[in-house]
């Protein structure tokens, strides 16, 4: 069953992450299956292509010094390849390094 959908919002910088560098990261669920299964997307930035994520890359940098409040229009173009019905959409933000 293959599937393809295109998913659009928008993510905050979250209190306290200014100067940070902020990465968005993007999980499925869907740890029990072929990776080729696994949903993989097209990762846009506010209308700019990113990078490509699945199963073994699943983050990217939305920034390497974020402004408090700051914010992101996302887009992900999904290809999905599983009859599997638990498979879910979680985007979120996180800090790393310093």
């Known amino acids: 069953m293959e599937a393809h959908y295109c998913f659009r919002g928008g993510i905050t910088a979250p209190a ?3 100067g940070r560098h902020l990465v968005c ?7 029990d299956i072929w990776n080729n299964n696994n949903p993989q997307f097209l990762a846009y930035s506010n209308g700019a292509l990113l990078c490509g994520l699945d199963v ?3 983050e990217f940098d939305l920034t390497s010094a974020a402004a408090e409040g700051q914010t992101w229009q ?3 173009y999904t290809y999905c390849n599983t009859p599997a019905q638990d498979v879910f959409l979680k985007v979120e933000t996180a800090v790393r390094g310093r």
């Not at 990261?25 to 740890?31: E, Q, R």
């Open 56 to 58: 073994n890359h699943t």
């Open 25 to 31: 990261l993007v999980s499925t669920g869907a740890t």
């Open 16 to 18: 306290g992450c200014a």
């Open 74 to 76: 996302l887009g992900l």
